[in-house]
């Protein structure tokens, strides 16, 4: 449990850093002048930043199989679920 | 955008961020607020660029204080099953409930919890005794406040679940984490310390408004440069706020909170009027 702790908080360590660098340079492209390659690099930070705790929630699912956890294997599942049908709503 | 805007958005985003993780409530209480009213942002806009950076005060927080065993893990990603089903939810009912209702609906909720938290100012919900078991869904941790390890069990689960459903609904509809609903909740009716209610719904709420923020992101409310200039904002806050909490009293805590509730119902009443 100790160490499924560890790599959840790495997940989310390594989704907060690369998203930040990536706002940060966006930003100060934006004002820099280049503005459309800005919108891209934003673009991609706000899809990190998404992605981070959805990324957190499938390796917590992996975790609970590797413990044997059914139960919270089948919440965690659930989870997803509703993440993706979400995506669905979104952008169907 | 001028380089003045963003950086006043950078500004709110940092009071927003340091309020959001002294409470666990994410920081979209005071957000987007700010940004409507304050910076005329539109209110569309104010609440995808609130969502986005509910998610990224999660991560930041919760990666921060992993390993100190304040997160309870297992409650945690039980009641995000409701949160997310929640979120999912009101983004639906949000086209054909009128805007009115909601507001006035969601000013007597934070009214309702307000009032629950005032009541229970003084219990303690941890068992000093460390060789309670905890049970399944039920933690321990070291309490810094007492100086002491502490364990306590989870009650009324149910009530715990129905409350994160409701949570994750007002979090896609208002562009808030809804840690204001279940940080008190688990608090007063679950038998959760504060500081682990408050760390564990700071895990959630990552979850809960990334479907939300999805929902908003695909229909093109998302303002790249706005949302960026809050979100490295916020950071900053919730960096400052984490600081703050693991010193703060639970009692100044709760006060905080209350306070917090009660301009945001306030808030909910007058737009409910409008």
């Known amino acids: ?92 | 955008m001028s380089p003045a805007f963003l950086a006043a958005v950078m500004g709110g985003g940092a009071v927003a961020g340091a309020l959001g993780a002294l409470l666990g409530i994410g920081g979209g209480v005071f957000l987007v607020p700010f940004l409507t009213l304050v910076l005329g942002v539109s209110i569309r806009h104010a609440i995808a660029a609130s969502l986005l950076t509910v998610i990224a005060t999660s991560s930041s927080v919760s990666a921060a204080r992993v390993g100190r065993s304040l997160i309870n893990l297992r409650l945690g990603m039980l009641l995000e099953v409701a949160t997310a089903a929640g979120g999912l939810v009101g983004g639906v009912t949000a086209y054909w409930l009128p805007a009115q209702t909601l507001y006035a609906l969601f000013g007597c909720v934070m009214l309702l919890v307000a009032g629950v938290t005032l009541s229970r100012l003084h219990v303690r919900n941890v068992i000093l005794d460390s060789s309670v078991e905890p049970g399944r869904y039920g933690g321990r941790f070291h309490d810094e406040e007492s100086g002491q390890d502490v364990v306590y069990r989870v009650r009324r689960l149910p009530v715990a679940l129905v409350g994160s459903f409701f949570a994750g609904n007002v979090s896609s509809l208002l562009g808030i984490g809804g840690g204001v609903l279940k940080v008190p909740l688990l608090n007063a009716w679950c038998g959760v310390p504060l500081r682990a209610a408050a760390a564990t719904s700071a895990f959630m709420i990552g979850v809960t408004a990334a479907s939300g923020a999805v929902i908003y992101y695909g229909s093109g409310d998302v303002v790249p440069p706005l949302a960026a200039a809050a979100i490295l904002g916020v950071h900053v806050g919730s960096s400052a706020g984490m600081r703050i909490g693991a010193r703060a009293s639970a009692r100044h805590m709760k006060l905080l909170m209350t306070a917090v509730m009660l301009s945001v119902a306030a808030l909910m009443f007058m737009r409910s009027s409008r």
């Not at chain 1, 449990?1 to 998203?19: A, D, Q, Y």
């Not at chain 1, 706002?23 to 899809?47: D, E, I, K, M, T």
């Not at chain 1, 705790?53 to 590797?66: E, H, L, N």
């Not at chain 1, 044997?68 to 952008?91: E, G, H, I």
């Open chain 1, 1 to 92: 449990m100790k160490r499924m702790e560890e790599r959840l908080g790495g997940v989310l360590s390594v989704g907060t850093i690369v998203s930040t660098a990536l706002f940060g340079s966006g930003l100060v492209l934006w004002l820099a002048g280049p503005r459309a390659l800005a919108l891209r690099v934003l673009h991609a930070g706000l899809v990190v930043l998404i992605a981070t705790p959805v990324g957190r929630v499938i390796v917590s699912t992996i975790g609970f199989a590797v413990h044997r956890d059914w139960q919270m294997v089948a919440m965690t599942s659930l989870v997803l679920v509703s993440l993706a049908l979400s995506l669905l709503v979104a952008f169907f």
